[in-house]
């Protein structure tokens, strides 16, 4: 029989979400497009805000199992690899925001949350038609088959085909940036200082970001450039001969050379964003994680937003009509999602500025970084969401 709710999606928004509604008690069947579940991109970055909902869902023995606590967090110069400024995380973050960061390779991640959803995940379901039908839908998939539900949620990414359903044509913008990721051992970095920490290394026209993750025996890397002008492969991955990463962080320090030219698989991420959306839900169909407000990943707030989505609207739906669930949800998701949006949006820029005055003004300026950490992170979305 068909689920009252149907999640479009099964990355980590759509089976948190279906996790949050199964504690609930709400059923809830996702359909995901790709045949087996399979997380791209290495690794993710959870943070207290993302770190607390998990753990309420009963995740946290899992989570802390599979992810690496990074010590802290540092600034340094793109060719010197001077320290610009320091921030602990370890110990500290947890007793300041009440809840870990993590660096999880993103199968574990999935493969935590794949394990409490059971068999309400339908593989090899890519939605290709959605209409009105009664007070619900009527959903259409790839493979021929149809079902109905009372609430259908967009949990599918950046280019969801449920959002167009909901505001029309949106379509997620081309940053003009795009990001080099990949996976190294720490045995193969002795240049690189502080492999345990989060670094951003900072220049001009560039920055790279890693951390540590699983035992900490890995470090995953994220190097962000001003290129292509325009992305015109297939999708928005690629994968590219090392020998361009290589090159264009030639002149950088010595330990960062080592993580791009040690990466095994390097790949090409395009970055996109969403202009912020007025519009959340239509009717019953409603918008959940990136298919909402896909962001730069320049605070590592992606998936944690996404997650803070999730349980948001798990509460929504717990009770109440539908109408007032959604409204409810949007109203609280809204303001928050677009303020870090536009604060990942500055951060590129100041991340790559050239050596000079605005850059040293820059470098003044993250002496506040911790107020920026604090908004972000220190949010308790289940408890927003019972507020009355
Ligand atoms: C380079 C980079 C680094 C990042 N690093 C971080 C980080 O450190 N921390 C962080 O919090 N965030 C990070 N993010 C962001 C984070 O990855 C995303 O915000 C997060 O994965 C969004 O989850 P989602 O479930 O909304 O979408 P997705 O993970 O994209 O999942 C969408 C799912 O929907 C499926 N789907 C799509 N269309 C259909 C369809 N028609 N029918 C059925 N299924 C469909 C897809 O196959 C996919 O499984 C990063 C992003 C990038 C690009």
Redesign the pocket.
């Known amino acids: 029989m068909a689920a009252p709710v149907a999640i479009?999606?099964?990355?980590?928004?759509?089976?948190t979400l279906a996790l949050a509604l199964r504690r609930r008690g709400v059923d809830a069947e996702v359909?995901?497009?790709?045949p087996e579940?399979r997380?791209v991109?290495a690794?993710?970055?959870?943070?207290a805000n993302?770190t607390r909902v998990l753990r309420e869902l009963g995740l946290g023995e899992g989570l802390a199992r599979c992810g690496a606590v990074p010590t802290e967090l540092i600034y340094r110069r793109w060719d010197s690899g001077d320290r610009v400024h320091d921030h602990p995380v370890a110990a500290d973050y947890e007793r300041r925001f009440g809840a870990p960061y993590y660096g999880v390779h993103?199968a574990d991640l999935q493969r935590l949350l794949a394990a409490e959803c059971g068999d309400r995940v339908r593989l090899g379901?890519?939605?290709?038609g959605i209409s009105a039908a009664g007070s619900g839908h009527r959903l259409e998939?790839a493979d021929g088959s149809v079902t109905e539900a009372e609430v259908v949620v967009g949990?599918?990414?950046?280019?969801?085909?449920v959002r167009r359903w909901v505001t029309g044509e949106d379509p997620a913008t081309y940053s003009g940036t795009s990001?080099f990721?990949g996976l190294v051992p720490v045995e193969q970095l002795p240049s690189l200082p502080d492999p345990q920490a989060i670094q951003f290394w900072m220049g001009p026209g560039a920055h790279l970001l890693h951390y540590p993750i699983g035992d900490g025996s890995i470090v995953n890397f994220?190097a962000v450039v001003h290129e292509p002008e325009r992305w015109s492969a297939p999708g928005?991955t690629e994968d590219v001969p090392v020998e361009r990463i290589r090159d264009r962080f030639a002149d950088w320090h010595p330990g960062v050379r080592e993580l791009v030219e040690r990466t095994s698989l390097p790949q090409r991420?395009a970055?996109?964003g969403q202009r912020a959306l007025n519009r959340w839900y239509r009717g019953g169909a409603v918008l959940?994680?990136?298919?909402a407000h896909?962001?730069l990943?320049h605070h590592?707030?992606?998936?944690?937003?996404?997650i803070e989505d999730a349980v948001t609207l798990a509460e929504c739906l717990r009770d109440g009509d539908r109408g007032t669930a959604l409204r409810r949800y949007a109203r609280l998701r809204r303001a928050r999602t677009r303020a870090v949006q536009r604060s990942s949006w500055i951060a590129s820029d100041l991340l790559h500025l050239p050596d000079g005055a605005e850059a040293e003004r820059r470098d003044h300026q993250l002496t506040g970084i911790g107020t920026t950490l604090h908004w972000i992170h220190s949010h308790d979305a289940r408890a927003a969401a019972t507020r009355p």
Not at 8 to 15: F, R, Y
Not at 300 to 306: L, R
């Open positions: 479009i999606g099964g990355g980590i928004g759509g089976l359909h995901e497009q790709a579940l997380e991109g690794a993710v970055a959870l943070s993302g993103r379901r890519r939605l290709v998939f949990a599918d990414g950046v280019h969801s085909a990001g990721r994220l928005w991420w970055l996109f959940l994680g990136d298919a896909a962001m990943p590592g707030q992606g998936a944690n937003q996404t």
